[in-house]
Protein backbone atom coordinates (compact mmCIF):
# COMPACT_ATOMS: atom_id res chain seq x y z
CA UNK A 1 0.00 0.00 0.00
CA UNK A 2 1.01 3.40 -0.99
CA UNK A 3 2.52 5.67 2.34
CA UNK A 4 0.07 8.47 1.35
CA UNK A 5 -2.90 6.51 1.55
CA UNK A 6 -2.04 5.01 4.61
CA UNK A 7 -1.31 8.78 6.32
CA UNK A 8 -4.68 9.83 4.83
CA UNK A 9 -6.53 7.39 6.28
CA UNK A 10 -4.72 7.42 9.34
CA UNK A 11 -5.78 11.70 9.68
CA UNK A 12 -9.39 10.39 8.56
CA UNK A 13 -8.93 7.50 11.28
CA UNK A 14 -7.95 10.43 13.77
CA UNK A 15 -10.80 12.74 12.69
CA UNK A 16 -13.79 9.86 13.31
CA UNK A 17 -12.56 9.13 16.66
CA UNK A 18 -11.74 12.46 18.05
CA UNK A 19 -14.96 13.00 19.70
CA UNK A 20 -14.31 9.75 21.38
CA UNK A 21 -11.07 10.32 22.80
CA UNK A 22 -10.83 10.77 26.49
CA UNK A 23 -10.26 14.42 28.30
CA UNK A 24 -6.63 13.59 28.91
CA UNK A 25 -5.27 13.65 25.45
CA UNK A 26 -7.05 17.00 25.16
CA UNK A 27 -5.91 18.37 29.06
CA UNK A 28 -2.38 17.12 28.38
CA UNK A 29 -1.33 16.61 25.12
CA UNK A 30 -3.33 19.17 22.60
CA UNK A 31 -3.72 22.44 25.32
CA UNK A 32 0.15 22.35 26.03
CA UNK A 33 2.99 23.69 24.44
CA UNK A 34 4.34 20.47 23.63
CA UNK A 35 1.75 19.17 21.62
CA UNK A 36 1.44 22.35 19.93
CA UNK A 37 4.77 22.31 19.04
CA UNK A 38 4.76 18.48 18.04
CA UNK A 39 1.35 19.07 16.10
CA UNK A 40 2.61 21.87 14.32
CA UNK A 41 5.69 20.42 13.19
CA UNK A 42 3.77 17.01 12.28
CA UNK A 43 1.59 19.57 10.08
CA UNK A 44 4.52 20.96 8.17
CA UNK A 45 6.03 17.64 7.85
CA UNK A 46 2.70 16.10 5.73
CA UNK A 47 3.26 19.19 3.24
CA UNK A 48 6.10 17.10 1.81
CA UNK A 49 4.39 14.18 1.07
CA UNK A 50 1.74 15.61 -0.94
CA UNK A 51 -1.17 17.83 -1.08
CA UNK A 52 -3.48 15.47 0.00
CA UNK A 53 -1.67 13.96 3.15
CA UNK A 54 -1.41 17.95 4.18
CA UNK A 55 -5.04 18.72 3.45
CA UNK A 56 -6.03 15.62 5.46
CA UNK A 57 -3.34 15.95 8.23
CA UNK A 58 -4.86 19.79 8.72
CA UNK A 59 -8.46 18.40 8.62
CA UNK A 60 -7.54 15.85 11.38
CA UNK A 61 -5.35 18.79 13.97
CA UNK A 62 -8.22 21.18 13.48
CA UNK A 63 -11.00 18.51 14.43
CA UNK A 64 -8.60 17.83 17.52
CA UNK A 65 -8.44 21.44 18.69
CA UNK A 66 -11.86 22.06 17.74
CA UNK A 67 -13.00 19.04 19.99
CA UNK A 68 -11.08 20.43 22.67
CA UNK A 69 -12.41 23.65 22.58
CA UNK A 70 -15.95 22.34 22.28
CA UNK A 71 -15.23 20.35 25.35
CA UNK A 72 -13.83 23.68 27.52
CA UNK A 73 -17.19 25.35 26.59
CA UNK A 74 -19.49 22.77 27.47
CA UNK A 75 -17.54 23.11 30.92
CA UNK A 76 -17.73 26.60 31.12
CA UNK A 77 -21.54 26.61 30.23
CA UNK A 78 -22.79 23.49 33.12
CA UNK A 79 -20.31 26.05 35.41
CA UNK A 80 -22.16 29.13 35.08
CA UNK A 81 -25.56 27.56 35.11
CA UNK A 82 -24.93 26.03 38.47
CA UNK A 83 -23.81 29.33 39.21
CA UNK A 84 -26.67 30.96 38.28
CA UNK A 85 -29.07 28.50 39.06
CA UNK A 86 -28.13 28.60 42.86
CA UNK A 87 -27.38 33.06 43.24
CA UNK A 88 -30.19 33.67 40.81
CA UNK A 89 -33.02 34.45 43.59
CA UNK A 90 -30.58 36.08 45.92
CA UNK A 91 -28.93 38.76 43.57
CA UNK A 92 -31.97 39.34 41.86
CA UNK A 93 -33.57 40.66 45.16
CA UNK A 94 -30.34 41.93 46.06
CA UNK A 95 -30.30 43.99 43.11
CA UNK A 96 -34.12 45.12 43.48
CA UNK A 97 -33.68 46.04 47.27
CA UNK A 98 -33.20 50.04 48.08
CA UNK A 99 -29.54 51.21 48.87
CA UNK A 100 -28.87 51.52 52.14
CA UNK A 101 -28.39 55.61 53.22
CA UNK A 102 -25.03 56.61 53.11
CA UNK A 103 -25.55 59.90 54.78
CA UNK A 104 -28.34 60.60 58.14
CA UNK A 105 -31.88 61.32 56.73
CA UNK A 106 -31.03 60.39 53.16
CA UNK A 107 -34.43 59.87 51.10
CA UNK A 108 -34.32 57.39 48.20
CA UNK A 109 -37.23 58.21 45.61
CA UNK A 110 -39.56 55.05 44.68
CA UNK A 111 -39.04 53.65 41.77
CA UNK A 112 -41.19 55.11 38.54
CA UNK A 113 -42.59 52.81 36.18
CA UNK A 114 -43.54 54.82 32.73
CA UNK A 115 -47.41 54.74 32.39
CA UNK A 116 -47.98 52.42 29.35
CA UNK A 117 -50.46 54.90 27.30
CA UNK A 118 -46.86 56.25 26.61
CA UNK A 119 -45.45 55.73 23.16
CA UNK A 120 -42.60 53.87 22.12
CA UNK A 121 -39.40 55.06 21.57
CA UNK A 122 -38.31 53.13 18.11
CA UNK A 123 -35.51 54.64 15.64
CA UNK A 124 -37.50 54.40 12.59
CA UNK A 125 -37.90 58.30 10.90
CA UNK A 126 -41.04 59.71 11.44
CA UNK A 127 -42.73 61.11 8.25
CA UNK A 128 -42.32 64.75 9.54
CA UNK A 129 -38.44 64.40 9.66
CA UNK A 130 -38.11 63.55 5.76
CA UNK A 131 -37.64 66.02 3.35
CA UNK A 132 -36.03 66.23 -0.12
CA UNK A 133 -35.14 69.98 -0.23
CA UNK A 134 -31.09 70.58 -0.44
CA UNK A 135 -29.93 73.64 1.75
CA UNK A 136 -26.65 74.69 -0.10
CA UNK A 137 -23.90 75.30 2.89
CA UNK A 138 -22.57 78.27 0.96
CA UNK A 139 -22.11 80.29 -2.22
CA UNK A 140 -18.73 78.63 -2.50
CA UNK A 141 -19.89 75.40 -3.81
CA UNK A 142 -21.21 77.18 -6.76
CA UNK A 143 -17.91 78.47 -8.00
CA UNK A 144 -15.64 75.77 -8.28
CA UNK A 145 -14.01 74.62 -11.53
CA UNK A 146 -11.96 71.85 -13.16
CA UNK A 147 -8.38 71.93 -12.80
CA UNK A 148 -6.56 71.72 -15.43
CA UNK A 149 -5.53 68.59 -16.54
CA UNK A 150 -3.03 66.79 -19.18
CA UNK A 151 -4.04 64.80 -21.60
CA UNK A 152 -1.85 61.63 -21.98
CA UNK A 153 -2.56 61.61 -25.82
CA UNK A 154 -1.39 65.10 -26.87
CA UNK A 155 0.72 65.96 -24.37
CA UNK A 156 2.56 63.30 -22.85
CA UNK A 157 5.35 62.68 -25.20
CA UNK A 158 6.75 66.15 -24.29
CA UNK A 159 6.05 65.44 -20.52
CA UNK A 160 7.98 62.43 -19.94
CA UNK A 161 11.02 63.45 -22.57
CA UNK A 162 11.31 66.63 -19.91
CA UNK A 163 10.90 64.59 -17.12
CA UNK A 164 13.62 62.42 -18.64
CA UNK A 165 11.24 59.81 -17.88
CA UNK A 166 11.34 58.53 -21.88
CA UNK A 167 14.54 58.78 -24.29
CA UNK A 168 14.03 60.55 -27.28
CA UNK A 169 15.77 57.73 -29.13
CA UNK A 170 12.83 55.57 -28.58
CA UNK A 171 10.86 58.09 -31.01
CA UNK A 172 13.23 57.22 -34.34
Not at 128 to 140: H, I, M, W, Y
Request: hydrophobic letters at 40%; aromatic letters at 8%; charged letters at 20%.
Amino acid sequence: MNLEIILVLLNLGIVAISPLLPNVVYNYFVDTYIGIILLLGIAFFSITQGYLVAVSTFIAVGALYAESHARKAKVAVSNTKTIATTNSETTLEKQLAPAENLVPNEEHPDIEVPPETQEKVTFVPKEEDATDTFKPVGESINQKTDLPTTSFSKDAEGIYLKDNLAESSLRD
